[in-house]
């Protein structure tokens, strides 16, 4: 079976990250589709998320925004991070997962096919930030979370799997950020290990 490496690139506190890294383990996904977690990637040396990965013994690398003077600079230093983990193989999937920079089209060129991200709306209602409070503020009265391909354009790309939860009344963007939460965590493993595994 052809090794598979995920590197999953973080921002915060990586619960999608952790909730990938459970998945992989309780479900074999090694044995299953030759896949592994290989490494973590984040752009804050403090990511909450970062200081796990250590603890799991995966491979982590930090790649700081502030350190370099353009997006391209930071993008290119990130695909030379990505890609060192493992020089022999590249990565079969590079998952955003709680990412929070906008990434070049050089850099989601040279991961064409292979980069996918959840967004904590139902697409292609609330691109962009602050995804609860304008739901709320809209009135809506579900709301949810969309794993999607990526493209050069934000927010964009094929839905690979979606979630709703209803906004209750008296929902803040916090409560509803939690709600959403609890399904990201779902969706996204599984939405993965699809793309893993062999089509029949
Ligand atoms: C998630 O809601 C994700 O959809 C959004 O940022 C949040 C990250 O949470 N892009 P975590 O770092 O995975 O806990």
Known sequence: ??????????????????AIVRAAQAQRWSQRHGAQVLGVVSNKAASAGLAWA???GLATAVVEHAAYPTREAFDAELVRA???????????LV???GFMRILTPDFVDHYTGRLVNIHPSLLPAFAG???????????CKFAG????RVTAELDHGEFLDQAVVPVLP????????????????????RAIERLLAPAV
């Open 95 to 97: 998952v955003l997962a």
């Open 54 to 56: 250590r603890e799991q």
């Open 170 to 189: 008296g929902d803040t963007p916090d409560t509803l950020a939690a709600r959403v939460l609890t399904q990201e965590h779902l969706i996204y493993p």
């Open 1 to 18: 079976m052809q090794k598979k490496n995920i590197v999953i690139l973080i921002s915060g506190q990586g619960s999608n990250m952790q």
């Open 129 to 139: 930030l602050h995804t609860h409070r304008r739901a709320i503020e809209a009135g």
């Open 82 to 92: 990505i890609d060192a983990l493992d020089p022999q193989t590249p990565p079969a």
């Open 145 to 148: 979370a969309t794993v999607h």
